[in-house]
């Protein structure tokens, strides 16, 4: 049985190794705190991420890292954006052969603004690398634990490596496409978080369908001027790692972006929001990362410029929609809408 080394014991790389382990791989999970990784082993539950969930037995817990990479021959990491450079840093050391990465992080490296890919590339040799694959999409780790039918997909600039987590992740619950624009599948899955926290915002304000309507279409052209600025391909905007996964975190209690923003709707402070979630809430960071990349690319983004002064400026959530509603008249149809159309209309 081959085994799989999955770093980060949250929800989603909890629900991920449930769904190898599904496929009949050996799982060793990591979590920095024995506690929990002594739960997992032991006890086969996450009470505190995927409560009421019991884990296959093929899923073994451990906080040694070398213990968990010790005969891999694949891994995923799925740890906060913050801590994915430090975990690099610990794991290249103990690494015996070229390894394939995965990575399910939805979102920018606080400071440096790099995208995991880029991180993971920095940190891991090319010689202890065969390729970086990121897992993305509208996928809720809740749902997946439960084995409710979830679609995303995976990204590499190796096409061949992204079949190969394909055909690692890919069961009969779990549908995975390939696609070959990592920029485009990263950016999409990490600004999604912050267009989830002004829908939460919006729902915690008391608004309706319509203003949630307009923030996710409107929040999908900024996400797409940026991602194409970067070298992202304008289709994949469209596809599952963008609008899908946009719809997903816009429209659900299982959101933590969406909840940690209904909490600031309904009046809370940042801090006091934080605290209550007890997790990470990436939209948070990715918003002050997607500020500074739109200031220093010269890209407007008013949803996102409103949304960052809303958690770092003081703004008070219904002044900056106020704001927002009262901007200079605009064309719907912008240039980068024109080259999209003009790209569907030659791939055709």
């Known amino acids: 049985m081959k085994k799989i080394a999955v770093l980060g014991a949250g ?89 394939l990465f995965i990575h399910g992080v939805k979102g920018i490296e606080p400071g440096s603004f790099k995208r995991m890919s880029e991180v993971i590339e920095e940190e891991i040799p090319a010689s202890l690398r065969t390729a970086v694959v990121v897992l993305s999409g509208p996928s809720h780790a809740e749902e997946v634990s439960l084995r409710h039918p979830t679609t995303v997909a995976v990204a590499s600039s190796d096409l061949e490596a992204a079949r190969k987590a394909q055909d690692l992740f890919f069961n009969h ?56 600025k970067m070298g992202a391909h304008p289709l994949t905007f469209i596809g599952l790692t963008g609008m899908g996964d946009l719809i997903v975190t816009c429209t659900s209690v299982h959101s933590r972006n969406w909840r940690a923003g209904n909490m600031l709707g309904k009046g809370k402070k940042l801090d006091a929001v934080l605290q209550q979630m007890g997790m990470v809430v990436e939209g948070v960071r990715t918003a002050e990362a997607a500020y500074a990349l739109a200031q220093k690319m010269k890209i407007e983004m008013p949803i996102t410029t409103a949304i960052y002064q809303v958690l770092f400026d003081g703004k008070h959530p219904k002044t900056a929609v106020d704001e927002l509603m009262d901007r200079d008249k605009k064309d719907e149809i912008a240039p980068l809408t024109h080259s999209l159309a003009e790209q569907i209309a030659r791939e055709k």
């Open 173 to 228: 619950y779990f549908r995975v496409y390939t696609n070959e624009d990592t920029v485009g599948v990263e950016i999409g899955g990490a600004l999604k978080n912050i267009i989830a926290l002004g829908a939460g915002m919006l729902d915690g304000l008391g608004y309706g369908d319509n203003a949630k309507a307009a923030l996710i279409t409107r929040g999908l052209a900024e996400i797409s001027r940026l991602g194409t």
């Open 11 to 99: 929800s989603w790389g909890t629900a991920l190794s449930m769904v190898l382990a599904d496929n009949g791989y050996a799982v060793s999970l990591w979590s920095h705190r024995k506690e929990q990784a002594e739960e997992i082993l032991n006890q086969h539950t996450n009470q505190k991420y995927l409560p009421d969930v019991t884990l296959p037995s093929h899923i073994q817990g451990t906080n040694e890292l070398s213990e968990a990479l010790d005969q891999a021959s694949a891994i995923l990491l799925v740890v906060p954006a913050k801590a994915m450079r430090s975990v690099l840093e610990q794991i290249k050391d103990q690494l015996k052969q070229p390894m």
